[in-house]
């Protein structure tokens, strides 16, 4: 620092030397103008002298042998020493000059006015007089020459004062520039001695704080200072560490939008995953439906009539057959005829016509056919779906995927300890999020649960395929769904459907319930 502010006043001196030097070059240069001005001065009146004697002679031998030649000569003569006045005239001098120019041409408007006397007294036949007349010619033409010389002598008066003027400033100046740069000098000893008498303990103060806040500990401050250079630079770096104190805040909470935005793409990858395989496997399966369908359906038409003809055999062996080995077979084969029909909705290409369904009826449908079974297993069922809510979906098949979804959970709550089964959707911009989460044993793999035949209850008390169906259903809607393990305990699986607008049929229905709800209440 101290170094610094040397070199700053040196460099002030230096500055000021320079301009010291430039200045006594202008005045130098000030002074050669003048000189230039004077030369040039000097050749004008010269000019218009020797013009006035050029008259002169040209009056002389007009009077001798008059004719237009002689006259115009004269009278060019008398041009040249007016232009030569001019050009006093148009120049910056002051008062005493200015009345000098005035006297030269007023003495040489005279000796133009006694020629011309002399030469009207030549054209009227009086040519002695007119020679007469050339003495006072010969006294005008010598009194415009003193007033020329007098115009010099006062020109060069002026000037010698200017250049004296000049040369005293140029010598105040040369001592004006000494005297600076000495105390320049001093000043910068003064003040290199000052600073490092008061430096010293604020940069310690500062390199500390500095320090510390290199070493991690975002708290480092600098105290108070007593000068105000230096208060305002402890206030600066205070400003500057409780900024990267702010700013990692931000970054740590920009990471954990990078960590939840990683992890949404990561549920993306899965249902990418998952669809690609739900593709795979509902073309394998269509055929396998397809022919299982017809010998199944001769197999429980056979059981049915063998059902329905022993039952109305009164014979106890009769009856002790149907009921031990035909009703289980009618059960099984229904239970067959359900799983094949579960594989050829899972097979099935995705419609291409979706419509505008009310979120609120449709919960309500496949809800409400699953309510009586949560009062018998003693589960609470909550449901909060907002009425203004729709979705781009097949009414029946969003039934059916909901309706899958409490049926997994209600197994899962009867399984297990859980209590409750809540079910809340909202508006996201252009989605709706409708949320199942319960309370439950929670998922054993959250990445599996939408994979075919994957299941986790006992043998015969499931397919595998509902969770399934859900996904497949979902993506029809071109919409995604997720599970994933509750944050507490339980499961949780969340459906995103692309939110639309009410149709007419839908705003009608609408108008419906809001009439019955007015007569209601």
């Known amino acids: 620092m101290i170094t610094i502010v040397a070199a700053v006043f040196g460099v002030v001196a ?13 005045l ?39 004719s237009a030649g002689t006259l115009a000569e004269f009278r060019d003569g008398g041009a040249q020493a007016y232009r030569g006045i001019r050009k006093y005239l148009f120049r910056s001098m002051p008062l005493e000059a200015r009345l000098r120019v005035e006297g030269i041409k007023e003495a040489h408007e005279i000796f133009e006015v006694a020629a011309q ?23 005008d033409a010598a009194l415009l020459e003193r007033a020329v010389q007098r115009f010099l002598a006062v020109r060069e008066h002026q000037r010698q004062e200017l250049r004296e003027s000049e040369e005293m400033w140029l010598t105040r100046l040369q001592y004006a520039s000494v005297a600076l740069a000495a105390a320049l000098i001093v000043a910068a000893v003064m003040l290199a001695v000052l600073l490092h008498r008061r430096v010293t303990t604020p940069l310690s103060d500062l390199s500390v704080a500095v320090r510390a806040l290199a070493a991690g ?38 990471n954990a939008d990078l960590e939840r935005a990683l992890a949404d793409l990561q549920r993306a990858q899965r249902a990418l995953v998952q669809h690609e395989k739900l593709s795979a496997v509902g073309e394998m399966l269509a055929g396998l439906a397809h022919e299982l369908n017809n010998p199944l359906a001769g197999i429980l038409g056979v059981a049915e009539c063998l059902q329905m003809e022993m039952s109305g055999y009164p014979d106890p062996a009769v009856q002790e ?3 031990s080995l035909v009703d289980p077979l009618v059960a099984e084969s229904l239970r067959a005829r359900d799983l094949v029909r579960n594989l050829l909705n899972f097979s099935r290409e995705a419609a291409t016509q979706l419509e505008s369904v009310h979120l ?23 449901i909060s779906v907002p009425d203004d809510l729709y979705v ?49 044993p929670g998922f054993v793999h959250s990445d599996r649960v939408f994979d075919p035949f994957y299941t986790t209850k006992p043998v015969g008390s499931g397919t595998g395929l509902g969770l399934s169906l859900v996904h497949k259903f979902v993506q029809e809607f071109g919409g995604v769904v997720f599970a994933e393990s509750a944050p507490v305990r339980g499961a949780r699986l969340v459906m995103r459907l692309r939110a639309t607008e009410p149709s007419a049929r839908e705003e009608g229905a609408d108008a419906a319930r809001v009439s019955e709800a007015a007569l209601a209440g």
């Open 321 to 323: 057959l149907a009921t």
């Open 28 to 66: 130098g240069n000030e002074l050669d103008r003048t000189t230039e001005q004077l030369i040039d001065e000097q050749r004008i009146a010269d000019q218009i002298v020797s013009s006035s004697y050029g008259q002169q002679l040209a009056a002389y031998r007009y009077l001798e042998n008059p």
């Open 217 to 254: 500990r975002d708290d480092a401050r600098v105290p108070p200072q007593r000068f105000a250079e230096f208060q305002l630079l402890g206030t600066a770096f205070n400003e500057m560490a409780a900024s990267i104190r702010q700013a990692r805040i931000e970054s740590q909470i920009r």
């Open 14 to 26: 230096t500055v000021s030397v320079l301009a010291v030097a430039h200045l006594s070059r202008s």
């Open 360 to 382: 609120a009826d449709a919960m309500n449908v496949a809800v409400g056919l699953r309510r009586h079974a949560f009062v018998q297993s003693q589960k609470q069922l909550e």
């Open 117 to 139: 006397r002399a030469f009207d007294l030549a054209a009227s036949g009086e040519p002695a007089r007119a020679r007469a007349h050339m003495v006072t010619l010969s006294r």
């Open 392 to 440: 781009s979906a097949q009414p029946q098949k969003l039934e059916l995927a909901i309706m899958n979804v409490v049926n997994n959970s209600l197994d899962a709550l009867n399984t297990g300890t859980g209590t409750m089964l809540r079910v809340a959707a909202a508006r996201e911009e252009e989605d709706v999020v409708v949320t199942f989460e319960d309370d439950g």
